[in-house]
C-alpha cells in the first residue's frame, strides 16, 4: 500500500499541521509506505520519516 500526500500541509495552520502528522504516524507499519511531498521542513518536524531526498534544480541533492 502506498499514500502519497502531496503538498498536504499547504495552507495547514500549526495544529492542522499535527494533525495530519499524528495521522501519518499512526498509519505506519511495515506492509505501508507513504510518499510525502512538502517545500517546508516544518512537516518533517512532526513526521518520523524513514528516508528524505531533498529535490532541487530537478535533481536529487540529498
Known sequence: R???LDETDSGLDIDALKTVADGVNT???EDRS???VTHYQRLLNHIVPDVVHVLAGGKIIK
Open 34 to 36: 507513504f510518499l510525502v
Open 27 to 29: 498509519l505506519r507499519a
Open 2 to 4: 502506498l499514500g502519497i
